[in-house]
């Protein structure tokens, strides 16, 4: 991904029309922060669970909110080290379809403490919780959408219709929460003084947005001009002094994968095939819409695609289900066999349930250096069918 947006940068596709545009910050004024992360001591930034490992992604290199590692979590539930986590409040992700390595997963699950889910749906990371809070889904709650992870300011109203049960949203939650663990003064005391927060440059109030239902701030192209890049320099940066500081390398190269075929020969001949995934089925968001009859219709069931050269091989027919195995584990999937994939390599989407869930063979053990992503374009795996 370096590569590609250094070759944006030198082609000039960098903040023009039809190029990659740069992010639009908004100017939010001085008040309660984002972000609880602005409340953490630099003593306490400094104990974050993969800090050391991971710092662009936990450690004071993060340029973005840091958060900790997960797989550095999981360990610290199994071990105690480096400090005992024994309660977890999850809301907006299924652990256990979510992350790599499952089995993992759930084996830290279960020695919690406690654990705490709120989520619309009994899913599987629901099953596990010891207490299951109602969310409020978007016809629940109230809120001032905004994609601040694009390049285009635009805010979007959503507006409470109906109240059913004891739902809450995550907002609603979340300061109550704060406000038993003493940190009251520093949350908003109800969501609609948040949003008020959101607008605020805006000159409106969540009120006064409801009459209107849309904000665009129009983009401004070739920012860079007179305002320079966020850099130390002010430049475009193929050279990332930033990365050498860390020891790592300031420029791209290509890194091959701790598990393959040429890394580990030796496991590659018991495990003869690679398996790339997360890949977006486009019917379906992560975890979310399987539930949908309609959806269910399009895409009925788990598909693996497989080169038919490979599914000869290994006696597999169009549409057999086959036992997909690694290291870690084994799953399930149904063949979908296509021309469009290397012989070398199986294609199986993620964020599948039960034995469909693909992260019953990945590795959270060798992960990406700096930011500590698991590696799922490259693992070793072997076929069969059921």
Request: include cysteine; charge should be negative; glycine fraction near 8%.
């Amino acid at each position: 991904s370096r590569c590609l947006a250094m070759m944006a940068a030198l082609t000039g596709n960098i903040d023009v029309p039809g190029g990659n545009l740069i992010t639009m910050l908004r100017q939010v004024p001085p008040g309660p922060a984002h972000s609880g992360a602005a409340w953490v001591t630099p003593e306490q930034h400094a104990t974050r669970l993969g800090s050391r490992e991971y710092p662009l992604l936990a450690g004071e290199a993060c340029v973005i909110t840091p958060s900790a590692h997960n797989h550095a979590v999981w360990k610290a539930i199994l071990t105690g080290k480096p400090y005992p986590v024994k309660a977890v409040y999850c809301h907006g992700s299924n652990m256990l379809l979510s992350y790599a390595n499952t089995q993992m997963v759930s084996e830290a699950l279960k020695k919690l403490d406690f654990l705490v889910v709120a989520d619309l749906f009994m899913t599987e990371t629901t099953r596990m919780a010891d207490i299951v809070l109602p969310a409020a889904s978007w016809m629940e709650r109230g809120s001032v959408t905004q994609n601040e992870q694009t390049s285009i300011g635009h805010f979007h109203l959503q507006q409470k219709t109906i109240q059913r049960g004891e739902c809450r949203s995550d907002i609603t939650i979340i300061n109550e929460l704060a406000k038993r663990l003493g940190f009251g003064e520093r949350m908003f005391p109800t969501d609609e003084s948040y949003f008020d927060f959101l607008l605020q440059p805006s000159g409106m109030t969540f009120e006064t947005f409801k009459e209107r239902g849309d904000l665009a701030f129009p983009h401004v192209f070739r920012k860079y001009e007179s305002e320079g890049f966020r850099t130390p320099s002010g430049k475009v940066q193929l050279y990332d002094q930033k990365l050498e500081a860390l020891g790592y390398d300031p420029l791209p190269a290509y890194r091959e994968p701790d598990e393959s075929p040429v890394s580990t020969p030796d496991l590659a001949k018991e495990y003869p095939l690679i398996i790339t995934t997360g890949g977006r089925v486009p019917v379906f968001r992560h975890t979310e819409l399987r539930n949908i009859p309609i959806l269910r219709e399009i895409v009925p069931e788990l598909e693996a695609s497989i080169n038919p050269e490979t599914a000869r091989g290994f006696g597999i027919g169009d549409g057999d289900i086959m036992i997909v195995e690694s290291p870690r584990g084994s799953m399930e999937a149904k063949a979908h066999i296509t021309e469009g994939i290397d012989p070398r390599v199986i294609q199986v989407p993620s964020h599948w349930p039960g034995m469909n869930n693909v992260n019953l063979l990945t590795d959270n053990e060798k992960c990406a250096p700096m930011i500590g992503s698991a590696q799922l374009r490259c693992q070793l795996c072997r076929v069969r069918t059921k």
